[in-house]
């Protein structure tokens, strides 16, 4: 079961209409004034006793966490626990941790399909990862182990659990971690059985279930075959996704506790084999890998990320936000009454001018402390806390519907291109195209660099000529659109269904919006 390439995926593109995928990354719940009674009543008699219970059921897992690892030194941990620890404490995790999900409201867990042996499959990818609920699944898969953040060690009950499981853990703050972690589950997986299985969820963040996000290569790495888990909540009312934009933890628990019966399914595909060209690319093996869940699920599988705090997908050459902070920073300026196009801003072309937040506001015309600080945050900052300039002209420019496309392209090159000793008299360097498309498009600069560099290979220089840059951005077919609409909406056929970066992405049109608004 290895059939299959990358370009199987489909890519949240520049295309409208109800076939296009929507935003997996915004859960919007909707409820009838029916619902709001029921969930009004049921919240206010049954919520608080579950919930009640549940965090009870959970202080009492401690023990039996912290029993079966007691006494033991870090390189004991370093082997599969066996004798009564293993069926003791395994056990008794087990079954409270069915009882706390019991309390939460969910009645019922079906299984579909069979599990592999730990032989047959060392590694388990669930998918869609879409609540903090999503650990139930590995009741069914008998508390397989998983890997987490090392922060969450320090968590009280949640560092027991994590220490009982085994965890393979990862720390935000070791650049080395992520290597170590490569090699731990390389050696779990390659034990021959001597471990349980490692689940992972190789989305890495929550969705709304509409659409697979780009599985992260972590879980393939090993090359070993994986068996792919399905985790669905066929519910008549989604309570339990948490995204990205939508309600928060306390609202997602309050109302799935207040369902009378909530129930989950989980089913088990059959194992995937990987070929020799997938277990020796694991980005190939994990695209593969997403498709074919994706296929059984129903929904496309994406090129939809989270790179730091922003969601991101993939058009032509180019990783995009979904929502750019652009249209973010319009709405603040708009909110406080300015008018871009009447801002003199007097940047200098090729040369930067640091700003600090005082002069942004005298610059801008702007009083409001508040409006301020929020409008200056948009903007890259040096170790000083002070911002380029010319990143705001370019921003305002962008903002002010006057401006051309065709003009608006041609002041971001001469804002940042660069005087040459030899050969063209200006080019745009790795930094200035990097800002410019951070700034317009929200692309993260790690990739927008590589791709500078892809396009300078085609010519004799290290920088992009004005003619270079808009061959990019104004003719090419994929990305001459794609700016068109992030930037120009009203300028473009079918101006109604694409009037934002969502609505090119995505075929549907939303409001940036942050969480918890």
């Known amino acids: 079961m290895s059939q299959g390439s990358p370009g199987d995926h489909v890519p949240l593109e520049h295309t409208s209409g109800p076939s296009a995928p929507p935003n997996p990354f915004v859960h919007e719940l909707h409820l009838s004034r029916l619902q709001r009674i029921k969930f009004c009543l049921l919240g206010a008699l049954l919520a608080p006793i579950r919930v009640l219970l549940a965090f009870i059921v959970l202080f009492l897992l401690w023990p039996f966490a912290w029993l079966q690892v007691a006494g033991l030194s870090e390189e004991q941990l370093q082997e599969p626990l066996t004798g009564w620890r293993k069926t003791v404490c395994h056990n008794g995790v087990l079954g409270l941790s069915r009882l706390l999900f019991f309390l939460l409201g969910f009645l019922r867990i079906r299984v579909r399909g069979q599990q592999a042996s730990r032989l047959q499959a060392p590694v388990l990818v669930a ?196 929502e750019p902070q652009l249209w973010e920073l319009g709405k603040v300026l708009r909110k406080a009454g300015l008018s871009p196009g009447y801002v003199d ?35 890259q900052k040096d170790a000083n806390g002070l911002v380029d300039f010319r990143d705001v002209a370019l921003a305002l420019a962008a903002l002010d519907g006057g401006t051309g496309l065709e003009e608006l392209i041609r002041l971001a090159f001469e804002l940042f291109a660069e005087e040459q000793v030899e050969g063209p008299s200006r080019l745009l360097c790795r930094e200035g195209f990097s800002t410019i498309l951070h700034l317009l498009l929200g692309s993260p600069r790690p990739a927008t660099e590589t791709l500078h560099a892809e396009l300078c290979q085609a010519g004799p220089h290290q920088g992009l000529s004005l003619g270079q840059f808009q061959d990019f951005t104004l003719r090419d077919p994929i990305h001459g659109k794609l700016l068109s609409t992030y930037l120009r909406p009203s300028q473009t056929p079918n101006a109604s269904s694409a009037a934002s970066p969502t609505a090119l992405a995505n075929g549907t049109v939303h409001s940036p919006k942050q969480k918890g608004d």
């Not at 509409?210 to 519910?235: E, T």
């Not at 008549?236 to 928060?248: E, I, Q, V």
């Not at 200098?348 to 409008?375: C, H, K, W, Y």
Request: glycine share 6%.
């Open 127 to 322: 998918a869609p990862h879409s609540t903090f609920f999503d650990p139930i699944v590995l009741l069914p898969c008998d508390l397989p182990k998983v890997v987490s953040r090392a922060e969450n060690l320090s968590v009280p009950v949640i560092g027991a659990l994590l220490r009982f499981n085994q965890a393979i853990l990862v720390s935000r703050h070791d650049p080395a971690s992520r290597r170590k972690v490569v090699e731990e589950v390389r050696r779990r997986a390659t034990s021959g059985g001597k471990w349980p299985q490692v689940l992972f969820f190789p989305e890495g963040t929550c969705s709304n279930k509409k659409a697979l996000l780009k599985f992260k290569p972590g879980a393939f790495i090993a090359g070993v075959p994986v068996q792919p888990v399905l985790i669905r909540y066929p519910n008549s009312l989604d309570t339990t996704s948490w995204a990205w934009r939508g309600p928060g933890v306390l609202k997602v628990l309050w109302l799935t506790a207040s369902q009378p019966c909530s129930i989950v399914d989980v089913e088990f595909l059959p194992v995937y084999h990987p070929s020799p060209e997938e277990s020796r690319d694991p980005t190939l093996y994990a695209n593969n890998v997403q498709r074919v869940m994706a296929q059984a699920l129903g929904i496309p599988a994406t090129e939809c990320e989270f790179i730091g705090s922003l969601p991101v997908t993939v058009v032509g050459r180019l990783k995009v936000a979904l």
């Open 345 to 379: 801003t007097g940047a200098e072309p090729g040369r930067s001018r640091m700003i600090n937040q005082d002069e942004f506001a005298r610059q801008l015309q702007l009083s409001d402390p508040q409006t301020v600080a929020g409008a200056f945050s948009y903007f």
